[in-house]
């Protein structure tokens, strides 16, 4: 390790696959991290099939007998999950198998939302910490920063890097935590992130997706609808209830005529009781703190999360509730509420945009304007849907935690090299 210019301190003692059959590692940051692989006695690994076709690297990684995953195959991740399954029930017959439960490389501030893959088989599991106590920072390889190259290059210009990888004894899971992996999942990370120091947060790797994706788009972006579908997630707002419900709070929010409303009043809409978590949903709306919302917005927000591909449905929704008047047409302000609601943006040079809208010069936009902006800027409301399904989906699996289906999804810029697509996977 000296040679290559590495450090490597072992702290605590690693168990054998037969008492903790997966070993998961945290936080995730470079791809200098692969060095626990090695001091971890070469255990299997969930590699990406293309990983195999790199020139010695790919050898090496098939002599690690790794669980591959497909980017082409749509029943991969669920085959993926299936074969942790089997290896970590296999009873020591096959070699630990060792995840980054993050599932994307982090600053290591703190730990996001661990997947679930790793906790699913409901065996012991062995948290193993990673640590680079070094003064100057050259190999956290996040979305923004450095190339590899760079990285790699920067690493090498060092004398010595230090690695600390620590073992924690193993986390058997009870009966609860067997039955739903999330649990398990949240309370391994609890336990790790005390011994780090650091704080957890809910964010995943999704929100990181949908940020870039945002800033790829050179869209405004803000932290509103991620956190939204957390809380709501929190105060146990279940899918099917809201759907129900939804058109009752449209009707609820046409009623209030443009009015705002308070946290009781908020709280007696959803038939919840007044608790931190429905005031920190409620300050997500009360964007200037005075205590109201526009009750209109949060109806938006709950059509977008039930129904995010319906995109007229939605659009049509949310031009009836800010027309206030009802005489098919919204002001300049209103606008302003509308975009901001019906497709995520916070922050634009609304002049420049309603006067190109406004196509007949009326000082009003119609619904036919406004769709043709929204079918002429698709970017806006298609930025949400592959997120937003994903985020149905985790929600649905905490509700049926047995299911093994991990639902397919399409990456961009696949073959680029140091892209933020071949940053996010591992």
Known sequence: YFCMGFRVVVKGKQVGSSEAPILA???????????????????????????????????????????????????????????????????????????????????????????????????????????????????????????????????????YTTVEIEFLPPHIPTEEEKKTPALFASRVRETMAQALGVPVTDHTYEDCRLMIS???????????????????????????????????????????????????????????????????????????????????????????????????DVLRMAFQLFDTDEDKRITREEFTSLLRSALGVSDLNMTKLFKEIDADGSGFITFSEFQAFATTHPEYAKLFTTYLELQRYQAIQEARPGDLELSSQTDSGENQEDSVSDKKDD
């Open 25 to 159: 590692v945290a936080p995730h940051s470079t791809f200098f991290d692969g060095i626990v692989c090695i001091v971890a006695g070469l255990p299997s690994t969930v590699s990406r099939v293309e990983n195999l076709a790199t020139p010695i690297f790919g050898r090496f990684v098939r002599c690690l007998q790794p669980v591959l995953v497909s980017r082409k195959d749509p029943d991969s991740r669920k085959n993926t999950i299936q074969e942790i399954d089997s290896r970590a029930k296999s009873g020591g017959k096959w070699p630990q198998v060792l995840i980054f439960p993050e599932g994307t490389c982090t600053n290591r501030s703190c730990l996001i939302t661990f997947k679930q893959g790793a906790f699913i088989p409901g065996v012991p599991v062995q948290p193993v910490l990673m640590r680079y106590p070094n003064k100057l920072d050259t190999v956290s390889w996040t979305w923004q920063g450095f190339s590899s190259k760079t990285l790699l290059l920067l690493t090498l210009c060092q004398l």
């Open 214 to 312: 945002a800033g790829e788009l050179t869209l405004p972006m803000e932290a509103g609808l991620v956190e939204f579908t957390k809380i709501s997630r929190k105060l146990n707002l279940k899918w099917d209830n809201v759907k129900k419900e939804l058109e009752g709070f449209a009707t609820m929010a046409s009623s209030c005529k443009g009015g705002r409303i308070t946290i009781e009043e908020f709280a007696r809409f959803l038939k919840l009781p007044v608790n931190p978590r429905l005031e920190e949903l409620f300050a997500l709306f009360d964007r200037n703190g005075d205590g109201t919302i526009d009750f209109r917005e949060y109806v938006i927000g709950v059509t977008i999360l039930c129904r995010p591909a319906n995109t007229e």
